[in-house]
């Protein structure tokens, strides 16, 4: 039984692009095998990022979140590969830098500066209805 190829949403976001991540952050991609089907760097506006971050409307990290995407350049990419969604999350590391598992992206770059809101290098969508959504909506 072979598994299906997905595609997911990964977004290098504005704290990897300032500190000039995004190409040992498509190394390390490139390198579990997935393949880079689109690219691009964005300035999202607040319309994008407030249909991206739908489901957080209302709760108290929601406008902290929109400031900083729009903070600067996002570069977006349209990943594939074998179980991509889950894979890509694994690479990241968990959610918070401090402690997400040393080898993970977030784990290995990301910094936690005791601010508002996590900036942790990159979002990855979480499931394949989520990445079905986000790919419309950046691509």
Request: charged share 25%; no cysteine; net charge negative.
């Amino acid at each position: 039984m072979s598994t299906p190829v997905e595609e997911t949403l990964v977004l290098v976001k504005p704290d990897g692009v300032a500190r000039q991540l995004t190409g040992e952050i498509l190394r390390r991609i490139e390198a579990k095998g997935y393949v880079i089907v689109d690219l691009k760097m964005v300035q999202a506006d607040r319309g994008l990022l407030e249909q991206h971050y739908e489901e957080h409307q209302g709760k108290p990290f929601f406008e902290p979140l929109v400031e900083f995407m729009l903070s600067g350049p996002i570069v977006a990419i349209r990943l594939q590969g074998n179980r991509v969604i889950e894979g890509f999350r694994s690479l990241a590391g968990t959610t918070d830098p401090t402690t997400a598992a040393p080898g993970t992206i977030r784990g290995d770059l990301g910094r936690d500066w005791g601010l508002k809101v996590a900036q942790n290098l990159v979002h990855g969508s979480d499931s394949p209805e989520s990445s079905s959504r986000e790919l419309a909506l950046w691509f």
